[in-house]
């Protein structure tokens, strides 16, 4: 009896437990279907900034409700989840609430107005509203587009739950949908700016070469049907183990476990993976998409769809790396070999080619190449250092990379009362989709520092965090991958992942030098250089009943609260960590042991 109670008890807390898990996917779910609605009946297009505050807030509670699931003792094993489609892990549920967060913070970049006005009488923050004046709408940007787009906090809450649910996957049909379901949400996305010429051609270009990567996700995983008739990797899974002993202890016997068409078909859907991600050599379409998009829109697009995928890999490649072919085939080698060569590629490609790019988007481009070489090395590897190695890595990438885009579409808004004086003046000027991406040059930041010196001075360190400069955080991240290269024998790979490294600090230091050493080309625009605008304080209501009126200049107007908060923390973190390095790396080292326990 007592044994039936503790089954029962134990059933009932693993329900409830499930229903945790699940809740989070749900509330987005539901949170999709009611902006449905709200789109197809709302007749004023600027509401999107609501709706982008109202998403930031569904994420937040989502990241919440995880945090509460997030329970590694009882989550070791891992838990099935919607009849063994999905599953949730330790690691599953940590990339769940740092996607969440990721997506919350790139959602300020459209739930806040990029400027405010500073009154300096009252030493308060007021965002003013004019009616009959013409420059209302350019000094606070109201009218910029991503304030107009409605359907944008939809389409991204389609791209999260497909990014959440590629992470719990653990069926070949639910991987393809989750993937799926994520691309066609980023195709949209790059393509929502419909003024744009840029921006529709990059979108069509992306979703051409995303549905050839598709191809190849679907053509691997009908391989892998067609040959073991199971769609779950656990089946994947065990006929690794059974692989292993029908090699080591017998020739004949389970000889239809010896998965040469299991490498084979594993390696052709590692090749869409790669195209998704954009690791070379099936890299040359990221480039262009990231220049061509807007700056907003190219900042979602270049972090989140590369965490829910790699972390994806990350358990794929832990349970089937033991994928051999028999020692006597001349072809011996696991399907993980496959991302070791995109890896040394990674790692050429991103660091030279970055070298002739004057173009910023198109270096950042290559820099995230150059920087899956790591990632990816890491991921290959599979042991316990490199597994610690690998989350840790993408945590502070992700979080730098981040940093780097707040701060390029930052700096394109505090240049908005300046024009450009120099003698590539009319370049400048004549740049297309200059409105959705103000800065496209790199040439454009020289001497940027005289102008805001701390916006400069963040953007450096978050640059020497990508070249791997002690005491910064990517200088740990580096560190701890190569360390454990050199551990596993991987000498070539770790001289060719330092040596690249070194290169790709040229092309760095490149736009930090024309940033503090060059002389700034831009002066004050004359049309506002001596303008007094009036305005009117609703709050200074004087002993007369009449409300007190107050005149300002340019100067007035600074960046938004939502983007230097957002800044200063992002750039802080990457700073300091030397200084509580414990809690980010014990993560990882946890994530990791638990992956590694048997």
């Not at 209302?136 to 991204?156: A, C």
């Not at 030098?513 to 004359?526: A, C, I």
Request: glycine letters at 6%.
């Amino acid at each position: 009896m007592g044994l039936l109670v503790i089954w029962k008890s134990q059933g009932i807390t693993k329900e409830k437990s499930e229903v945790s898990l699940n809740s989070s996917k749900t509330i987005i779910i539901y949170s999709i279907l009611f902006l449905l609605l709200s789109n197809a009946v709302t007749f004023r297009r600027e509401k999107s900034i609501l709706y982008s505050r109202e998403t930031i807030i569904i994420l937040l509670g989502s990241c919440m409700i995880v945090l509460k699931s997030l329970d590694i003792s009882f989550l070791e094993k891992g838990i099935g989840l919607y009849g063994g489609l999905f599953h949730a892990t330790p690691i599953t549920q940590t990339f769940h609430i740092f996607i969440f967060f990721v997506s919350a913070t790139i959602l300020q970049l459209t739930a806040f107005y990029s400027r405010k006005v500073w009154v300096k009488n009252y030493a308060s923050l007021y965002n003013l509203f004019f009616k009959n004046f013409i420059y209302d709408t350019n000094i606070i940007n109201k009218m910029g587009q991503q304030y107009r787009i409605i359907e944008y906090p939809l389409i991204i809450l389609f791209i999260i739950i497909g990014g959440t649910f590629l992470v719990s996957a653990s069926d070949i049909v639910s991987i393809f949908l989750s993937i799926e379901l994520q691309s066609y949400g980023l195709y949209l996305l790059s393509t929502l700016y419909r003024n744009s010429e840029l921006s529709t051609s990059a979108g069509l270009t992306y979703f051409l070469l995303g549905g050839l990567s598709s191809c190849f996700i679907l053509l691997g995983t009908s391989l892998l049907y067609a040959n073991s008739g199971t769609t779950n990797l656990d089946g994947y899974y065990v006929i690794t183990g059974l692989s292993n002993l029908a090699n080591e202890y017998t020739n004949n016997i389970l000889d239809w476990y010896k998965p040469l068409y299991l490498n084979i078909s594993l390696l052709i859907m590692s090749v869409g993976f790669l195209f998704k991600i954009s690791a070379a050599p099936f890299h040359f379409w990221s480039p262009d998409v990231y220049d061509a998009i807007p700056t907003i829109v190219t900042t979602f697009v270049a972090i989140i769809a590369k965490i829910s995928i790699l972390i994806f890999l990350l358990e794929l490649i832990h349970y089937t790396s033991n994928f051999y072919f028999v020692a006597e085939h001349p072809f011996s080698f696991s399907w993980t070999s496959g991302l070791l060569f995109s890896s040394f590629l990674s790692l050429i490609i991103g660091s030279v080619l970055g070298l002739s790019q004057f173009r910023i988007k198109r270096l950042f481009a290559y820099s995230t190449i150059s920087h899956l070489g790591f990632i990816l090395l890491a991921l290959s590897i599979n042991s316990l250092e490199s597994i610690q190695a690998f989350l840790f890595y993408l945590m502070q990438y992700s979080i730098s990379n981040l940093n780097a885009f707040v701060l390029l579409i930052s700096i394109g808004f505090s240049l908005y009362p300046f024009v450009n004086n120099g003698p590539l003046k009319d370049q400048y000027n004549n740049l297309l989709d200059r409105n959705n991406s103000p800065i496209q040059l790199i040439s454009q930041l020289k001497g940027y520092f005289n102008l805001n010196p701390v916006l400069a001075l963040s953007l450096a360190i978050t640059l020497f965090s990508f070249v791997g400069i002690p005491p910064l955080i990517g200088f740990f991240a580096k560190q701890m991958v190569l360390s454990a290269a050199l551990d596993s024998g991987y000498v070539f790979l770790t001289l060719t992942a330092i040596l690249t490294s070194v290169i790709s600090a040229v092309y760095y230091l490149g736009v930090i030098k024309q940033m503090f050493f060059d002389e700034h080309e831009y002066k004050l625009n004359q049309d506002l250089q001596d303008t007094k605008f009036k305005g009117s304080v609703v709050s200074s209501i004087n002993d007369e009943g009449y409300v007190d009126t107050f005149s300002f200049n340019i100067n007035n107007i600074v960046l938004s609260s939502s983007l230097t908060i957002t800044i200063s923390i992002l750039t802080l973190t990457l700073l300091l960590f030397i200084f509580t390095p414990e809690e980010s790396i014990s993560m990882a080292n946890i994530l990791a042991l638990i992956l590694f326990n048997p």
